[in-house]
């Protein structure tokens, strides 16, 4: 695809290449309008082309959707959990009703099941009473408070002393949301370059100037050798949906300043084939380099040993768990702001405001709800430009 590119571009090369900087001046340049870096971005990507831009997703992998968003719980959130207004409370609430609204009219499969989050014991009531009040505040009118006994009623395998109802609360087949997202993006004339890979970026004037590879000529790279850029693309704007790349993009080669103990407990969810999952648990890892990151070469394996952690936690309200019941499932990577024990941290985009660079848009800490909030990061950034 990118070679495709180069070719396309040639009658282009010999204006362009006069403000390419030193190191730089024998790498073909094209111009761009609107690029989203990850395919993951499809929501916004979908949105600038149902507003007539011209979109270009470069995508590393060889297809959409290989990373944190294959790699979920796939539930629609609520938006319980989040401080007041945070932008992971607001998009939360609203990439919920329009995620809603979005599945049904196109037939994307999905349910709108409910969600207990219970109290497995008195002192637990104080903080379920807290996430109440946090559900309210932030706009999710529909929580009820209930007894126990009326919960486990609902549930005949569940303990608890009392629970927090969210009927708002439901699942999504998050392929079919994508491929739906592609589809209407590409019906706008949007274009996606898989296995091409941003390595980087300048600015030369006002515009950002990004590095271009193909990711199988990046592989055969050596780590910490230099990597040269095959093709340099000046957009007229950049939204940076890396996933766990997006710092690593921005901090190492892009632009400048980039900056619970992690998640909200071994739950239980279902997917829409009806099976049970309980997870996922929290275990913090230190990234791979920036390279590997970008080919989404992080350590997916999930060992058979780890289910020793998860029964306990279970059993406090699932008494009757077997032993032996539990099997590995996958394992996904939350792209996370902050530390072990440090407060958590909202999603973060920055503009030109923050950064000063004119055109670019980054997309920092986009992990849960960041799925349901797809839709209404989407609406935002495209309401800011
Ligand atoms: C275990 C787990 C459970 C979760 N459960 C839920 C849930 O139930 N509900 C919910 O709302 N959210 C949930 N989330 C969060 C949600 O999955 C993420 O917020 C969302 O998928 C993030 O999407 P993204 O586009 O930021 O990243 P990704 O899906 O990782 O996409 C980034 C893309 O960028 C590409 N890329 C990376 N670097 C480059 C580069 N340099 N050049 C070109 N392409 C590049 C990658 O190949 C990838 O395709 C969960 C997350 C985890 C980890």
Partial sequence: ???NTIRNCSSKIATAIK???RGFAATPTETADAVVVGAAGLAVARELALRGREVLVIESAGTFGTGTSSRNSEVIHAGIYYPAKSLKARFCVRGKELLYKYCCDRGIPHKQLGKLIVATSVAEIPKLENLMRFGIANGVEDLRMMEG????RMEPEL???KALLSPSTGIVDSHSFM??????????????????TVVGGHIEGDRLHLHISESKELANNIVDSPVLPQLILIPRLVINSAGLSAVPLARSHLIYPMPEDGGIGVHVTIDLSGLVKF????????????????????DYSVSSDRSARFYPEIRKYFRNLKDGCLEPGYSGIRAKLCGPKQP???FMIQGEDVHGVPGLINLF?????????????????VSKL
């Fill in 1 to 3: 695809m990118l070679r």
């Fill in 159 to 161: 303990q608890c002393v």
């Fill in 19 to 21: 403000s390419s900087p």
């Fill in 149 to 152: 006994s009326d919960a486990m």
């Fill in 279 to 298: 997870g996922p648990d929290v275990e913090w890892i230190s990234g791979p380099d920036d390279i590997s990151s970008f080919l989404n070469r992080f």
């Fill in 179 to 196: 491929l739906s997202l592609l589809g209407e993006a590409e019906n706008c004339k949007a274009t996606l370059s898989y296995n091409t």
């Fill in 365 to 381: 800490g986009i992990e849960s709800p960041g799925l349901t909030s797809s839709l209404a990061i989407a609406e935002y950034i």
């Fill in 344 to 346: 958590p941290q909202d």
